[in-house]
C-alpha cells in the first residue's frame, strides 16, 4: 500500500493491489449480525448499451478468502451478472471507517452448486481510498433490516458459505 502524505494537499490517498487488514476483517464472512447496514456499490458496464450499471451489495453477498481476492454472490438473472460473464470487470466502491474505497476487480464465474446465486471471484487489479483532512465520511449508502431480519442473516450466512465453498473449490482448481 502506498500513501500521499504531502501535508500541504487536502487529499490523503492511498492504493493498494490487496486488501488492507481492515477490509480483509470486514470481508471474512464473520460476525455478519454486526456489519449489518454495509452497503457497497458493485459497477457493471452493460457491454449492449454501454451504460454504467449500479448494484448495491450487502455484507452477507461478499467474502474475501483471502488477501488479493473478492468472491460475490449475485441473483443470476441480475444485469450485474449478465455484465461480468461478458466483461470479467468490475468496480466495487464503498465507505468504510471514515474512508471511501473503489477497488478495480477482474472477476471470473465460480462453477460450483452455490445455492441458485451467481458466484464469482475477482482479483483486485487496483485499489484505492481516499479521505481528505477537513472532513470524515460518517456513511455512503447504508441499510436497516426492517422485516425478518433473522431470515436475512441466515440467508447471508448461507450465500457466504457456498461463497466460502466456491472460492476453495476454485482455489484448489476442482
Same mark, same amino acid.
Given at each position: 500500500?502506498?500513501?500521499?502524505?504531502?501535508?500541504?494537499?487536502? &487529499? #490523503?490517498?492511498? !492504493?493498494?493491489?490487496?486488501?488492507?487488514?481492515?477490509?480483509?476483517?470486514?470481508?471474512?464472512?464473520?460476525?455478519?449480525?454486526? %456489519?449489518? /447496514?454495509?452497503?457497497?456499490?458493485?459497477?457493471?458496464?452493460?457491454?449492449?448499451?454501454?451504460?454504467?450499471?449500479?448494484?448495491?451489495? =450487502?455484507?452477507?453477498? &461478499?467474502?474475501?478468502? #483471502?488477501?488479493?481476492? &473478492?468472491?460475490?454472490?449475485?441473483?443470476?438473472?441480475?444485469?450485474?451478472?449478465?455484465? *461480468?460473464?461478458?466483461?470479467?470487470?468490475?468496480?466495487?466502491?464503498?465507505?468504510?471507517?471514515?474512508?471511501?474505497?473503489?477497488?478495480?476487480? @477482474?472477476?471470473?464465474? &465460480?462453477?460450483?452448486?452455490?445455492? /441458485?446465486?451467481?458466484?464469482?471471484?475477482?482479483? *483486485? #487489479?487496483? =485499489?484505492?481510498?481516499?479521505? !481528505?483532512?477537513?472532513?470524515?465520511?460518517?456513511?455512503?449508502?447504508?441499510?436497516?433490516?426492517?422485516?425478518?431480519? #433473522?431470515?436475512?442473516?441466515?440467508?447471508?450466512?448461507?450465500? *457466504?458459505?457456498?461463497? %466460502?465453498?466456491? @472460492? =476453495?473449490?476454485?482455489?484448489?482448481?476442482?
Amino acid at each position: 500500500m502506498t500513501a500521499s502524505t504531502d501535508h500541504n494537499r487536502a &487529499l #490523503d490517498q492511498q !492504493v493498494f493491489d490487496e486488501w488492507p487488514v481492515e477490509l480483509r476483517a470486514l470481508f471474512d464472512g464473520s460476525a455478519l449480525e454486526s %456489519k449489518v /447496514g454495509f452497503t457497497a456499490s458493485l459497477l457493471t458496464v452493460d457491454e449492449r448499451s454501454a451504460h454504467v450499471r449500479t448494484s448495491l451489495l =450487502g455484507i452477507g453477498e &461478499l467474502y474475501a478468502p #483471502d488477501s488479493r481476492t &473478492l468472491s460475490a454472490a449475485l441473483w443470476p438473472q441480475s444485469r450485474a451478472a449478465r455484465a *461480468i460473464t461478458q466483461s470479467g470487470r468490475a468496480a466495487l466502491t464503498f465507505v468504510f471507517d471514515g474512508t471511501f474505497y473503489q477497488v478495480q476487480l @477482474a472477476l471470473v464465474p &465460480l462453477n460450483a452448486d452455490a445455492g /441458485g446465486l451467481a458466484c464469482f471471484s475477482g482479483t *483486485i #487489479d487496483s =485499489g484505492e481510498a481516499q479521505r !481528505v483532512r477537513y472532513a470524515r465520511l460518517t456513511a455512503g449508502i447504508t441499510f436497516d433490516l426492517t422485516e425478518g431480519r #433473522d431470515a436475512v442473516l441466515e440467508r447471508w450466512a448461507q450465500q *457466504i458459505e457456498h461463497l %466460502k465453498r466456491a @472460492a =476453495g473449490t476454485a482455489a484448489n482448481g476442482t
